[in-house]
């Protein structure tokens, strides 16, 4: 199965690590750093140009990478069917 992330990129669902809120998370100073390495590395792919709501990190061909997404992470997050039970 896959996930489909805006415009025409997908991913499967079975290489996603994590989906994030961009917003929330860009509070943290950790957070924003770890975004900036990784895009000065290579390994962000913005998806389109307009305005990033969520970020995906992926595992894809063994390598990681951080794709920006203009669709929010909650919608996201109910497109791969999870369920999360704390």
Known sequence: MFLHLGENVVVP??????IFDLETTMYGSDTNQFLRMAEED?????ITKDK???YVIAEVNKK???YLSPISSATLSKRTNFKYNP
């Open 42 to 46: 290579g390994f962000v792919e913005r």
């Open 52 to 54: 990033p709501k969520s």
């Open 13 to 18: 669902i079975k290489d996603i690590i994590g």
């Open 64 to 66: 990681s990478k951080i």
